[in-house]
């Protein structure tokens, strides 16, 4: 039986948490994909393999996003918090591979544009806090936040 009591908290602070990792994100997406479109970027060794990660990472955190949403607005149904926590874990984990390309990233890109791929890693880097907060809410808030509905 479910404990509707749990669904029916208020969901703003984790809503505002994957807000915040969606914005971060924004910045990551946008200002790693500008460099495909600098001829002297186009080529960086391990933006493309990042995207291959950026990209799901961005999915996930959209349907988390619209998941607290639902919840926030009122929807109760259990499956939308495994929906929340399945997709918070997804992208924490495609994160870790966005990092490590980033990396790559940054070690092979030509000089002008280092601090350019320091900025998004410090971009990436609050994109990965917010959510982590927002993993920890939710185990406050008393729900099951450990990977028991992994996708991709």
């Known amino acids: 039986m479910l404990n509707h009591y749990l669904y029916r908290q208020d ?11 969606l914005h971060a994100e924004e910045m990551v997406c946008s200002m790693s994909t500008q460099l495909f479109h600098i001829p002297a970027a186009a080529n960086i060794k391990g933006n493309a393999e990042m995207h291959n990660h950026l990209v ?34 997804n992208a924490l984990r495609q994160d870790q591979e966005v990092m490590k390309g980033l990396r790559i990233m940054r070690d092979n890109a030509p000089n002008p544009f ?39």
């Not at 349907?63 to 929906?83: C, D, K, M, P, V």
């Open 11 to 21: 969901w703003t602070a984790v809503l505002q948490l994957l807000n915040q990792t």
């Open 56 to 89: 799901p990472a961005s999915y996930h955190r959209v349907t988390a996003a619209g998941s607290a949403l639902r919840l926030r607005n009122g929807e109760t149904h259990a499956s939308i918090i495994q929906t929340l926590t399945s997709c918070v874990n």
């Open 114 to 152: 280092r601090s350019t791929i320091e900025i998004i890693i410090r971009w990436q880097q609050q994109a990965e806090q917010s959510l982590t907060s927002a993993k920890q809410l939710l185990t406050q808030m008393g729900f099951e936040t450990q990977d028991q509905y992994q996708s991709q």
